[in-house]
T-cell receptor, first 109, second 112 residues
């Protein structure tokens, strides 16, 4: 079974703190995507990383794709309450996109 | 450019009934995917349609079925509804040859 394990599963932090979410697998991915989902809504694509070692920045969010293309990380600098949500990584080792187990982030003012 | 749209937004049914959910992909996208997300759980892959054909199917019983129309819109049908079918049903679309999927807002199905 191909799995994308995310850690931590839950994260509660104060506004202004930094955090990192990890997405790991034993499979190699041609690309990985990160999504953020708010309760009752569909996931919204944040970024797609395609090259091993690639780093992409989206304002306070930094995404990194592992050199071996088996893992990825999402780092948020100076978290804000608006960052609250479920963060999902996703990749397609075969012909089917699989989603990570998710990291639920709560940022308190 | 319009995103993925789904209808209805909410639906309440009783056990044993049948339901049809609809999805319109982003213009130019030929692939449509359906996912089930039960409360507090991850996304479970249901079905993948591309160019009108079912390309892949998740681990769900046959009472979950669907189709894709010539305009690439899609329907998901669920027969003989059970209580555990209560979930957010998400549709996503992608263009041919890419892994990146764009999601609609979902349809919240409640089975009583």
């Amino acid at each position: 079974t191909q799995l994308l394990e995310q850690s931590p599963q839950f994260l509660s932090i104060q506004e202004g703190e930094n955090l990192t979410v990890y997405c790991n697998s034993s499979s190699v991915f041609s690309s990985l995507q990160w999504y953020r989902q708010e309760p009752g809504e569909g996931p919204v694509l944040l970024v797609t990383v395609v090259t091993g070692g690639e780093v992409k920045k989206l304002k306070r969010l930094t995404f990194q794709f592992g050199d071996a293309r088996k893992d990825s990380s999402l780092h948020i600098t100076a978290a804000q309450p608006g960052d609250t949500g479920l963060y999902l990584c996703a990749g397609a080792p075969t012909d089917k996109l699989i989603f990570g187990t998710g990291t639920r982030l709560q940022v308190f003012p | 450019e319009a995103g993925v749209t789904q209808s209805p937004t909410h639906l309440i049914k009783t056990r044993g009934q049948q339901v049809t959910l609809r999805c319109s992909p982003i213009s130019g996208h030929t692939s449509v995917y359906w996912y089930q997300q039960a409360l507090g759980l991850g996304l479970q892959f249901l079905l993948w349609y591309d160019e009108g054909e079912e390309r892949n199917r998740g681990n769900f019983p046959p009472r979950f079925s669907g189709r894709q129309f010539p305009n690439y819109s899609s329907e998901l049908n669920v027969n003989a509804l059970e209580l555990e079918d209560s979930a957010l049903y998400l549709c996503a679309s992608s263009s041919w040859g890419t892994d990146t999927q764009y999601f609609g807002p979902g349809t919240r199905l409640t089975v009583l």
